[in-house]
């Protein structure tokens, strides 16, 4: 069985934003250990204009539900990630 991905699959899509960098790392660390591969999109930006824009993490659109579901669990029972915006 051939399990090539879809380009629209590939497609990387936003699925949160933050202003603090330490709690998109938190995010992305928590998607990564979930095996759900991710990027931040905008860490460099953040560092010249602290707080003034968003880093967004992003996901594969083939993984959005899941990644958007580890999120939401994640604010609703710690807290952990105070500042989530959804994207």
């Known amino acids: ?9 590939e497609e990387m899509v936003n699925v949160a934003g933050f202003r ?7 995010a992305r ?3 990564e ?3 759900i591969e991710c990027i931040e999109q905008g860490e460099n930006a953040n560092e010249l204009f602290p707080g ?3 880093i967004w993490i992003q996901v594969k659109a083939v993984d959005e539900a899941a990644a ?3 999120l939401a669990d ?7 990630l105070d500042d989530v915006q959804p994207a």
């Open 29 to 31: 660390g928590m998607l």
């Open 74 to 80: 994640a604010e609703a029972s710690a807290g952990e």
């Open 1 to 9: 069985m051939n399990e090539e991905l879809t380009e629209a699959q």
């Open 33 to 35: 250990s979930a095996g």
């Open 68 to 70: 958007r579901a580890l």
């Open 52 to 54: 003034a824009l968003q």
């Open 20 to 26: 603090d960098p330490s709690e998109a790392q938190m």
